[in-house]
């Protein structure tokens, strides 16, 4: 059974910065991605940024110059540091896990965490 566990979540003011942190734990043979949604109230579970575990990434446009994605392969962890945070980044981000387990490809998904930007 695959796990991940999601911190980092919070209140804070606008141009503000946050780090997500996300951990994976289970029967994982090898990862393919990790990364990151979010959805905000009355919007649609978007893509906030993803990373292979061979190193490509790939963010939002709305995110992208003020989000960067890491991951440690061998801890199984990906984190995202979000920088210059605006109140529209307000929203429940999900931690998100593309992986093989036992000869197939499956997908896991966090539980979320509210991230709250306001002033």
């Known amino acids: 059974q695959v796990q991940l566990v999601e911190s980092g979540g919070g209140l804070v003011q606008p141009g503000g910065s946050l780090r997500l942190s996300c951990a994976a734990s289970?029967?994982?043979?090898?990862?393919?991605?990790m990364g990151w949604y979010r959805q905000a109230p009355g919007k649609e579970r978007e893509l906030v940024a993803r990373?292979?575990?061979?190193?490509?990434?790939n963010y939002a446009d709305s995110v992208n110059g003020r989000f960067t994605i890491s991951r440690d392969n061998a801890k199984n962890t990906v984190a995202l540091q979000m920088n210059s945070l605006e109140p529209e980044d307000t929203a429940v981000y999900y931690c998100?896990?593309?992986?093989?387990?036992?000869?197939?490809?499956?997908?896991?998904w966090g539980q979320g965490t509210q991230v709250t930007v306001s002033s």
């Open positions: 289970g029967s994982i043979f090898s990862i393919y991605s």
């Open positions: 998100n896990l593309i992986y093989q387990t036992w000869g197939r490809w499956s997908d896991s």
């Open positions: 990373i292979t575990s061979a190193g490509s990434t």
